[in-house]
């Protein structure tokens, strides 16, 4: 069965999801009189439709996140058991601000398949969901091996600790680890860690999307006038950006100019105070130069 795993007051959550279907979001008006309450001052809400003895709260009290914002449903797929997100939204045709799958948006209203390791977000800004498997009564996850990640608070910790970790920081609530090539860790009888070696080309992509992932997250701070949110995201785009990590995959296909240049300009902003407006295109020129070289990845 598949589970899915996020933090909140630095530990983690987890909510297997046993039935066919779930959805990930707010309730709307329909869903709250099924559900026997009135759950609006809550944010994130995981609730099956058909079965509502069977509801999660997040608690994300901050987030906003729309109603029905996402849909989770499993198909098979020859002898597999495939699960499925869907950007969905409050009227099922898509959400208002994308639903994210490994920091990749999805069409509006558009799917994809997601599998152990994998991550999803709701819209740039929200917390970020890991995909794990339940086996046995132990919870098992996937995680790429020399590319920084973001990983749930206490995941993060528990690879610190066991000496899995090559490089790990904290920005705020968020938690990112770059983890060693060791096959199979375990974690202790509660998670269980196998770590993926990855062709170059698909590191170099999860590099690209993530950097994009984080500039998307300061145009968008920036656009609805939210100054702290920006340069929070800023912040974790510098941590990221200072890692040799990523200047290494940059270099490898010929763009360390490029990531030197956003990082000049992120450090620039942060340390001297100049006024976030004044990137904002920067920032729409950055994010199109990821987006071309994305393409020549792909």
């Known amino acids: 069965m598949y589970v899915l795993i996020w933090s909140f007051d630095d530990s983690d959550k987890r909510f297997v999801l046993k039935s066919d279907r779930y959805f990930l979001g707010r309730p709307d008006y329909q869903d709250l009189e099924k559900l026997g309450g009135d759950f609006s001052s809550l944010d994130v809400l995981i609730f099956n439709p058909e ?9 994300f ?46 069409p509006k209203g558009g799917e994809a398949v997601v599998r152990e390791g994998d991550t999803i977000r709701l819209s740039t800004l929200g917390p970020i969901f890991l995909i794990g498997v339940q086996r046995e009564e132990q919870t098992e996850i996937s995680l790429s091996a020399d590319v920084p990640v973001e ?32 096959g199979t860790v375990d974690l202790g009888r509660d ?15 999860k590099v ?10 300061v145009k968008d701070s920036i656009r609805e006038g939210r100054e702290e949110d920006a340069k929070y995201s800023l912040e974790a785009l510098k941590e990221l950006l200072k890692s040799g990590f990523y200047k ?4 490898k296909i010929g ?44």
């Open 255 to 298: 763009a360390e100019n490029l990531i030197d240049d956003i990082y000049n300009e992120v450090i620039k902003l942060i340390d001297h105070g100049v006024p976030i407006d004044s990137i904002a295109n920067k920032v729409e020129i950055y994010i199109r130069a990821l987006e071309n070289l994305e393409r020549i990845i792909l």
């Open 151 to 182: 990983v749930p608070t206490q995941i993060a910790q528990r690879l610190v600790e066991k000496n899995v970790a090559l490089d790990h920081f904290r920005v705020g609530n968020r938690s990112f680890v770059v983890v060693r090539g060791a």
């Open 208 to 217: 690209i999307l993530h950097t994009k992932a984080e500039l998307i997250r």
């Open 248 to 251: 290494h995959f940059f270099e």
């Open 51 to 59: 079965d509502y003895s069977e509801k999660e709260f997040t608690g």
């Open 61 to 106: 009290r901050s987030l906003v996140v729309s109603r029905r914002h996402a849909l989770f449903y499993k198909r098979r797929n020859g002898n597999r058991v495939e699960l499925v997100i869907r950007d969905h939204g409050s009227r099922g045709t898509g959400s208002k601000n994308g639903t994210l799958v490994n920091e990749k948006t999805l």
């Open 191 to 205: 998670l269980l860690v196998n770590i993926v070696n990855e062709s170059l080309d698909k590191k170099i992509l």
